[in-house]
């Protein structure tokens, strides 16, 4: 049956508002019939249509349309149903880039760690006694279920779970790190606010360089822990100015920087002004590597808004577990935090198979963590250091060994080169001569030099197999040289010439260049950086950049 083509005048309606084009609205203007609308019964039916009358008459004689009149209106027809087509393809397929594997929000978990809650394995993460489960089901209250795994860390238990690449050797293995990033996966398809933790004793080791996988293009507020952990003296005005310089060097979308303790709470109440700020009714996602206190955080966070929120104080009463186990969180938490829209999520730690927590046993992985403020371990003990009353012994030569995780030989260095140690008190430094380091290494492993801490760890430990030759150029010697961050450890600042300078040392030696070798184990990363302004030193040497006022609106600002 011919159909009688429209003339283009009929689609102006559609295409004077686009948005509300569809492949279905078209083809009920291009055919009636296909309309919801009753059938027209078979007796008013028009008659068949031969192909003369198949072109609507706008007139006759003289005003009747011409051939090429009739042509123009087909092709146009035919580029406005082209162009519906199109734009209804296009939106399918922003359809499908917007499903990402975002976690069920129908499951059950514990809102201590994040886990889907079971009955059946008793050791794994997220089981609860199929009495209490049922109990909490019939009264709707599986969301206040904490799992049992959760109530033994919470009583000072070391229960690692995760594994694979980036997880924890020794301990039980129920989930791989592989798959908690997965979890992640969906944030960079969805509109959210990021709020990213980085670890200052662990700046570089704990940053996420790769943030942008999982964050997008969303804005991300820049959240830098621990800060009470810092050298007493430390000014943080200096600390400040150094993080936003390393963190713009990263180009990311970081709409502001906090200094922050979640023990001492320092910070905290411009963070939750930050985010009140920012979050415009989206849902606020806590991301950073595993164990840098994004449980602290979070409970540091409610605590300060539930004095004024009572939603914030009744989601106190279920906050996330917080422990000094790495990947205590293993899926996200969600917390209704927030008057007006929007939740805040726990999510669980990224675990990178770069940091030194990867490569230790799961027992030892509590020396890794400092506990109270960091206090440097220099070397060469000075003159007035030694009970002797020796002069100072120079490095060159000397080997330095950090505990049995790190060691550093000097090849060749200034006679005043001094080396600064800031990392976990548990670790202790050891200086041997380079000619007898092996040995040196091989009989104290596991005595002296820990951790591995005890002989069956010493048996199964893969060796410091890595060596990085730096050549370390200096400018100045009025300042350090340089930071040697070590990944999930901590940090050793190298100054040129170390102790108080006199005029003639700095006139005599103000450029030139360090060697050392650092050995660590196979995947633990070593960075160099700029020296961070820690202690009452740090703010007579650390200068502060100068700037154009373009480059200082686009900088972000920092707060503490």
Same mark, same amino acid.
């Given at each position: 049956?011919?159909?009688?083509?429209?003339?283009?005048?009929?689609?102006?309606?559609?295409?004077?508002?686009?948005?509300?084009?569809?492949?279905?609205?078209?083809?009920?203007?291009? @055919?009636?019939?296909?309309?919801?609308?009753?059938?027209?019964?078979?007796?008013?039916?028009? $008659?068949?249509?031969?192909?003369?009358?198949?072109?609507?008459? *706008?007139?006759? /004689?003289?005003?009747?349309?011409?051939? /090429? @009149?009739?042509?123009?209106?087909?092709?146009?027809?035919?580029?406005?149903?082209?162009?519906?087509?199109?734009?209804?393809?296009?939106?399918? $397929?922003?359809?499908?880039? !917007?499903?990402?594997?975002?976690?069920?929000?129908?499951?059950?978990?514990?809102?201590?760690?994040?886990?889907?809650?079971?009955?059946?394995? =008793?050791?794994?993460?997220?089981?609860?006694? #199929?009495?209490?489960?049922?109990?909490?089901? !019939?009264?709707?209250?599986?969301?206040?279920?904490?799992?049992?795994?959760?109530?033994?860390?919470?009583?000072?238990?070391?229960?690692?779970?995760?594994?694979?690449?980036?997880?924890?050797?020794?301990?039980?293995?129920?989930? $791989?790190?592989?798959?908690?990033?997965?979890?992640?996966?969906?944030?960079?398809?969805?509109?959210?606010?990021?709020?990213?933790?980085?670890? =200052?004793?662990?700046?570089?080791? %704990?940053?996420?360089?790769?943030?942008? &996988?999982? #964050?997008?293009?969303?804005?991300?507020?820049?959240?830098?822990?621990?800060?009470?952990?810092?050298?007493?003296?430390?000014?943080?005005?200096?600390?400040?100015?150094?993080?936003?310089?390393?963190?713009?060097?990263?180009?990311?979308?970081?709409?502001?920087?906090?200094?922050?303790?979640?023990?001492?709470?320092?910070?905290?109440?411009?963070?939750?002004?930050?985010?009140?700020?920012?979050?415009?009714? !989206?849902?606020?996602?806590?991301?950073?590597? #595993?164990?840098?206190?994004?449980?602290?955080?979070?409970?540091?966070?409610?605590?300060?808004?539930? *004095?004024?929120?009572?939603?914030?104080?009744?989601?106190?009463?279920?906050?996330?577990?917080?422990?000094?186990?790495?990947?205590?969180?293993?899926?996200?938490?969600?917390?209704?935090?927030?008057?007006?829209? /929007?939740?805040?999520?726990?999510?669980?730690?990224?675990?990178?198979?770069?940091?030194?927590?990867?490569?230790?046993?799961? &027992?030892?992985?509590?020396?890794?963590?400092?506990?109270?403020?960091?206090?440097?371990?220099?070397?060469?003990?000075?003159?007035?250091?030694?009970?002797? /009353?020796?002069?100072?012994?120079?490095?060159?030569?000397? %080997?330095?060994?950090?505990?049995?995780?790190?060691?550093?030989?000097?090849?060749?260095?200034?006679?005043?080169? !001094?080396?600064?140690?800031?990392?976990?008190?548990?670790?202790?430094?050891?200086?041997?001569?380079?000619?007898?380091?092996?040995?040196?290494?091989?009989?104290?492993?596991?005595?002296?030099?820990?951790?591995?801490?005890?002989?069956?760890?010493?048996?199964?430990? =893969?060796?410091?197999?890595?060596?990085?030759?730096?050549?370390?150029?200096?400018?100045?010697?009025?300042? +350090?040289?340089?930071?040697?961050?070590?990944?999930?450890?901590?940090? =050793?600042?190298?100054?040129?010439?170390?102790?108080?300078?006199?005029?003639?040392?700095?006139?005599?030696?103000?450029?030139?260049?360090?060697?050392?070798?650092?050995?660590?184990?196979?995947?633990?990363?070593?960075?160099?950086?700029?020296?961070? +302004?820690?202690?009452?030193?740090?703010?007579?040497?650390?200068?502060?950049?100068?700037?154009?006022?373009?480059?200082?609106?686009?900088?972000?600002?920092?707060?503490?």
């Amino acid at each position: 049956m011919a159909t009688t083509p429209l003339p283009f005048s009929s689609f102006l309606p559609l295409l004077s508002h686009p948005h509300k084009l569809s492949f279905r609205s078209l083809s009920k203007t291009l @055919d009636p019939a296909l309309s919801p609308c009753r059938p027209t019964p078979i007796c008013c039916r028009a $008659s068949p249509q031969t192909p003369e009358d198949s072109v609507e008459t *706008k007139g006759t /004689g003289a005003v009747a349309p011409t051939r /090429g @009149d009739v042509y123009l209106e087909r092709q146009q027809a035919t580029s406005a149903t082209a162009f519906v087509l199109e734009k209804d393809n296009q939106d399918k $397929s922003r359809r499908k880039r !917007r499903v990402g594997a975002k976690f069920p929000n129908n499951v059950a978990c514990c809102y201590g760690c994040g886990a889907p809650l079971q009955t059946a394995e =008793i050791d794994a993460p997220g089981y609860v006694i #199929a009495e209490t489960y049922e109990l909490k089901k !019939r009264h709707h209250q599986l969301r206040t279920v904490l799992c049992g795994r959760c109530k033994l860390l919470s009583h000072g238990h070391m229960v690692t779970a995760v594994g694979g690449h980036g997880g924890y050797p020794g301990g039980k293995q129920f989930i $791989s790190a592989e798959e908690l990033r997965d979890k992640l996966s969906h944030l960079r398809h969805e509109k959210v606010l990021i709020v990213k933790l980085v670890d =200052i004793v662990d700046f570089n080791g %704990s940053f996420l360089a790769r943030i942008r &996988d999982l #964050a997008g293009a969303n804005p991300i507020i820049l959240v830098i822990t621990k800060v009470d952990l810092l050298p007493r003296g430390t000014d943080l005005n200096c600390i400040g100015d150094w993080v936003v310089e390393a963190t713009t060097k990263k180009k990311l979308n970081v709409v502001s920087v906090h200094l922050t303790s979640s023990k001492s709470l320092v910070g905290i109440t411009g963070v939750i002004s930050e985010i009140q700020k920012e979050k415009k009714g !989206r849902d606020v996602y806590i991301l950073g590597a #595993a164990n840098v206190g994004k449980s602290a955080f979070i409970n540091a966070l409610l605590k300060l808004m539930a *004095k004024r929120d009572p939603i914030a104080a009744a989601a106190r009463k279920y906050k996330p577990m917080q422990s000094a186990v790495p990947g205590t969180t293993l899926g996200p938490i969600q917390i209704e935090a927030f008057q007006g829209g /929007g939740n805040l999520f726990d999510t669980p730690g990224v675990h990178l198979h770069h940091r030194q927590a990867a490569v230790v046993h799961s &027992d030892d992985l509590p020396s890794l963590a400092p506990q109270s403020r960091l206090k440097g371990q220099s070397f060469p003990i000075t003159s007035n250091e030694t009970a002797t /009353g020796q002069e100072t012994v120079g490095l060159n030569g000397y %080997s330095l060994f950090w505990g049995g995780l790190v060691r550093i030989d000097v090849i060749k260095v200034l006679p005043k080169t !001094r080396l600064i140690f800031y990392g976990p008190k548990k670790l202790k430094v050891h200086m041997v001569s380079t000619v007898v380091a092996d040995e040196f290494y091989n009989e104290q492993l596991g005595i002296t030099l820990t951790p591995p801490t005890d002989r069956e760890k010493t048996e199964s430990w =893969i060796g410091l197999q890595i060596v990085k030759q730096l050549n370390i150029k200096f400018e100045d010697t009025r300042r +350090p040289a340089c930071d040697i961050a070590i990944s999930g450890l901590g940090w =050793i600042v190298v100054e040129p010439i170390g102790g108080t300078y006199t005029p003639h040392e700095t006139d005599s030696e103000q450029a030139g260049e360090l060697h050392l070798a650092v050995h660590v184990p196979k995947p633990v990363e070593v960075f160099l950086r700029p020296p961070m +302004p820690v202690g009452k030193a740090g703010e007579e040497w650390y200068q502060y950049q100068d700037l154009t006022e373009k480059e200082e609106e686009l900088r972000p600002k920092w707060f503490y």
